[in-house]
């Protein structure tokens, strides 16, 4: 069964601050990663992709790979009141996304 | 291009009733997707079509549940009795590849009374 899992949260870090999403997921031969943002009684927003092993920057925004470690996260940077929305993990182990559960981070000011 | 559009938004239906729930994909996009989501179970994957044709339909919960995509512009998911265990947002969402991003629809909420 292929999963996806992240911690649910809630994730609370102050205005300014780093704030550090995981996700793992158990097929190994998922090639595209993908993480998205929700806000409350919203749809899902594409936020950052990621392919291949390593780092990929985009503003505030980091996302990090590592197939070995079966692992994905993303670090937010300068973290905002605006940032707090659940992120989702979503992972593609053949063509469809498959999504984790969510992690809720709240930013205060 | 206007997205991915979803219709109704909002769906308030008696037990027992037919539900059907609307798609338009993004215009170019080979591949629809259905997803349900709940707060105990998340964001599902129903069933997903590639050029209108259903490739995977292993989420869909029970046979009450049904898809179709006549065309490359719509697709509708019907749900025949519905239950209130039925009651969800389900979002429609397209891409131009497989194994790319996806892009979502609003939504519709149903809600099963």
């Known amino acids: 069964q292929k999963e996806v899992e992240q911690n649910s949260g809630p994730l609370s870090v102050p205005e300014g601050a780093i704030a550090s999403l995981n996700c793992t997921y158990s097929d190994r031969g998922s090639q595209s990663f993908f993480w998205y943002r929700q806000y409350s009684g919203k749809s899902p927003e594409l936020i950052m992709s990621?392919?291949?092993?390593g780092d990929k920057e985009d503003g505030r925004f980091t996302a990090q790979l590592n197939k070995a470690s079966q692992y994905v996260s993303l670090l937010i940077r300068d973290s905002q009141p605006s940032d707090s929305a659940t992120y989702l993990c979503a992972v593609v182990p053949g063509t469809a996304l498959i999504f984790g559960k969510g992690t809720t981070l709240s930013v205060s000011s | 291009d206007a997205g991915v559009i979803q219709s109704p938004r909002h769906e308030v239906t008696e037990m027992g009733q037919e539900v059907t729930l609307r798609c338009k994909p993004i215009?170019?996009?080979?591949?629809l997707f259905w997803y349900r989501q709940t707060m105990m179970r998340g964001l599902e994957l129903l069933i997903y079509f590639n050029n209108n044709v259903p490739i995977d339909d292993s989420g869909m919960p029970e046979d009450r549940f049904s898809a179709k995509m006549p065309n490359a512009s719509f697709s509708t998911l019907k749900i025949q009795p519905s239950e209130p265990r039925d009651s969800a947002v389900y979002f429609c969402?397209?891409?131009?590849?497989?194994?790319?991003?996806?892009?979502f629809g609003q939504g519709t909420r149903l809600t099963v009374v």
């Open positions: 969402a397209s891409s131009l590849l497989g194994n790319t991003e996806a892009f």
């Open positions: 215009s170019g996009h080979d591949y």
């Open positions: 990621i392919y291949s092993n």
